[in-house]
């Protein structure tokens, strides 16, 4: 049975129903038969129900946002083709979606001599010269692992501008609760790689295109963006950035590309490789 409170003291009255309306202003029954040997618990085990549900549902509410800084939190400097310069430091902010990076650039067996450049599970034809022959590891790009490119340098120490480069590479995209699938994958690369490569240049975007994008039968996405650019000491005014992500097999796999626009004649060079990308599985 139960009481009701007015604020101040507990009626004489009881109830069986606990929501029902108070009976202020009705005297109890002197003749009924007090049934509430414990009456004055009822209440306030109410109240703790209703803390414990409170409770409850504060704690569903902490767990979904610990969920989602942990999944936002998961990793350009001058030019593409040098190391960034020292860089302001990066505050922690769980809206920052660039910072996983592999230093090491961990590298995984693939064949060798076949005229084939191999990161992740792509390959594509080795460019002739003037591209590298020695084909480096590139490992400032975020989320990736397992990537190799050919480069040809665009500007450098000898014509007295900042180090540039035009560049193909391939490799591994990878995050530690699964990657997300390629039409999301592509533009969050395009992202990372313009903050992670350009720094704090200034860079203003226009899609080119955006759309799906398919190898030997495996689906991905392909992104490919003009970047407006001026960097000090540096005569390139623009370039093309493109990523393709494909989910190859159970890895994700990726192609990344820039073309400045005073090297456009090696764009044919960079669609060749792209013509010849394989899955390789």
């Known amino acids: 049975m139960y009481r009701y ?7 004489d009255e009881v109830s069986a129903t606990p929501l029902a309306n108070p009976p202020w ?30 409770i409850t549902i504060g704690a569903v509410v902490v767990a979904l946002i610990a969920f989602f800084v942990i999944r936002l939190t998961s990793g350009p400097g001058p030019g593409p083709g040098t190391p960034p310069a020292t860089q ?12 996983r990076q ?39 790009i975020p989320y990736s692992r397992d990537v190799i490119q050919q480069v040809i340098p665009v500007h450098g120490e000898s014509d007295g501008e900042e180090p540039w480069i035009i560049g193909v590479a391939v490799g591994e995209l990878f995050a530690g609760d699964g990657f997300y699938d390629p039409e999301e994958g592509a533009p969050l690369i395009t992202d990372c790689v313009i903050k992670t490569l350009y720094g704090p240049q200034s860079v203003t975007r226009t899609t080119l295109r955006s759309q799906p994008y398919s190898v ?11 970047l407006g650019l001026s960097v000090p000491n540096l005569s390139t005014t623009s370039e093309v950035a493109i ?11 990726f192609f ?19 013509a010849g990308l394989h899955v390789v599985i």
Request: charged share 25%; aromatic share 8%.
């Open 5 to 11: 409170w007015d604020g101040e003291s507990w009626s």
């Open 25 to 54: 202003g009705r005297p109890a029954d002197p003749g009924s038969p007090d049934e509430t040997d414990n009456p004055r618990t009822s209440a306030p085990n109410r109240s703790r129900a209703a803390l414990a549900i409170t």
């Open 88 to 99: 302001p430091e990066t505050p922690a902010t769980t809206t920052n979606l660039c910072t």
């Open 102 to 140: 592999n230093p090491d650039n961990v590298r995984f067996d693939h064949p060798t001599g076949d005229g084939r450049v191999y990161g992740g599970k792509l390959s594509f034809p080795q460019l002739p010269s003037p591209w590298s022959d020695q084909n480096t590891d590139e490992n400032r």
């Open 216 to 226: 030997d039968g495996y689906d991905g996405w392909i992104t490919e963006t003009n």
């Open 243 to 253: 990523v393709i992500v494909l989910r190859t097999g159970e890895v994700t796999s």
């Open 256 to 274: 990344f590309a820039s073309i400045p626009n005073d090297a456009e004649q090696y764009r044919p060079d960079v669609d060749q490789a792209m």
